[in-house]
């Protein structure tokens, strides 16, 4: 990333069928209020993290299917 965030994946398995996938974000300061996506909005407002990709509206945070669905 430009600023400097990082990205770090993780996989592993406990059983055969099992798996899992982390996917840590770590964003520095100066993305405070410079970002949406699937992570959020990164400006310490909790109620618009669901925000809808190229929108204001927030999602409904019971059913984020569509949040989701609007970042692919």
């Known amino acids: 990333m430009p600023s400097g965030t990082s990205v770090a994946a993780e996989y592993g398995c406990f059983l055969q069928n099992d798996c899992y996938l982390n996917i ?3 964003p520095l300061a100066e993305d405070s209020g ?3 996506g ?3 909005n990164y400006n310490d407002d ?5 925000t809808l990709r190229g929108s204001n509206t927030v ?3 019971e059913e984020p299917i569509n949040f ?4 692919v």
């Open 59 to 61: 999602d409904n945070a």
């Open 38 to 40: 699937l992570c959020g």
């Open 24 to 26: 840590n974000v770590y």
């Open 68 to 71: 989701a669905k609007s970042y």
């Open 34 to 36: 410079n970002s949406e």
């Open 46 to 50: 909790e109620a618009d993290d669901l």
